[in-house]
């Protein structure tokens, strides 16, 4: 039985399917922001995510420049946090972090009857040090950190908020365009965890410094 047995040629073939199966949809998109398209569109196999995903106000550039100031990032769920390239955010020594599980958090949340999430954002933008947040998971810690932001006037330095589901996904994500900080987003109840990954490893891997591991 014959197939593709090297990692990198299974990927590089992958990518040459997904450029010649968007066609001109690739017109709609910046380079950078392609590279974001085509790495969503790897790892859910599902094109629709082409028409679905929204750019606003320069979110690829501000969350490079970002991470080159070693910005920690905060993840809605472990499964995020546990994701992200381990080699990637060393180089720049960046943190990516989740504080759902903590038995603080879940303890508080217990009390207030409101969910680990909300708890988990409100300890999460208290860190100034955290300027890039991943929600893939949970609408309310998109409203939460949306709340904060009304609330103060302190800005994220990106936001990519993909979460999933049928009770409040959808409506989390529209809000957003209401914010003028930088933000990717996925329209619609469609996205999760791994959507939120793949966006920051296309963001992480079109950086100069990645430039040669690139495949498209």
Do not use: W
Request: net charge neutral; aromatic share 8%.
């Amino acid at each position: 039985m014959e197939y593709i047995k090297k990692p990198m040629d299974i990927e590089k073939k992958s990518f040459e399917i997904i450029t010649e199966e968007l066609g001109e949809k690739v017109k709609k998109f910046s380079e950078d922001e392609l590279l974001v398209v085509k790495r969503v569109i790897h790892t859910t196999a599902d094109f629709e995510y082409a028409d679905l995903i929204e750019f606003r106000n320069n979110p690829i550039e501000m969350g490079r420049e970002a991470i080159r100031n070693g910005a920690r990032i905060y993840c809605d769920t472990s499964m995020i946090a546990n994701g992200l390239s381990k080699i990637s955010l060393k180089k720049f020594e960046v943190e990516a972090y989740s504080l759902v599980s903590d038995k603080e958090v879940s303890e508080i949340a217990k009390e207030r009857k409101i969910t680990r999430s909300i708890v988990a954002m409100e300890k999460a933008i208290l860190d100034e040090k955290t300027g890039i947040f991943l929600i893939g998971n949970a609408p309310t810690a998109l409203f939460k950190l949306m709340e904060f932001v009304k609330e103060t006037g302190i800005k994220p330095k990106l936001v990519v908020g993909v979460p999933v589901g049928f009770v409040g996904a959808a409506e989390s994500k529209k809000e957003l365009e209401n914010f003028d900080f930088p933000y990717i987003r996925i329209n619609g109840r469609k996205g999760g965890s791994t959507v939120a990954v793949s966006i920051l490893h296309g963001i992480l891997y079109g950086m100069n410094e990645f430039k040669d591991r690139l495949d498209g």
